[in-house]
């Protein structure tokens, strides 16, 4: 079986098509935003953004990236196609939660304030 282990061990996976549907300073802003949670990151690999990711971040105007949280981080460590959750902690999902609400705070307040300019 595959274990979801990313790029050495990385916590959360950013995927833009290798920049083809976001510009590299947003790729950036998201990954110091994880980093600053204490999240390692890794670049497109092995996730670059799925069919949405894709076909929508390619039309103009229109910006995406995918984010892929690693199980380990908020159910528990598990492999790849393990569909029934036999168990799950609490205290593990509860932290990644509070972190990715802290993620997306921060990503409402900027958008707000007018300090980010997607491109």
């Known amino acids: 079986m595959l274990h979801l282990n990313f790029k050495l061990g990385a916590d959360i996976v950013l995927g833009n098509d ?15 935003l994880f980093t600053q949670r204490q999240y390692s990151v890794a670049n497109n690999f092995p996730f670059r953004g799925g069919y949405i990711t894709r076909h929508y971040g390619s039309q103009k ?11 380990k981080k908020y159910i528990e460590d598990r ?14 999902f509860n932290h990644a939660q509070l972190q990715l609400q802290q993620v997306f705070k ?14």
């Open 61 to 71: 105007g229109i910006f995406s990236i995918q984010i892929e949280l690693r199980y």
């Open 106 to 119: 921060t990503l409402a307040s900027d958008l707000d304030n007018g300090q980010l300019f997607f491109n």
């Open 79 to 92: 492999y790849f196609d393990e569909e029934i959750l036999t168990h799950w902690d609490p205290i593990i």
């Open 18 to 32: 290798f920049n083809r549907t976001t510009s590299k300073k947003t790729f950036n802003y998201f990954q110091r």
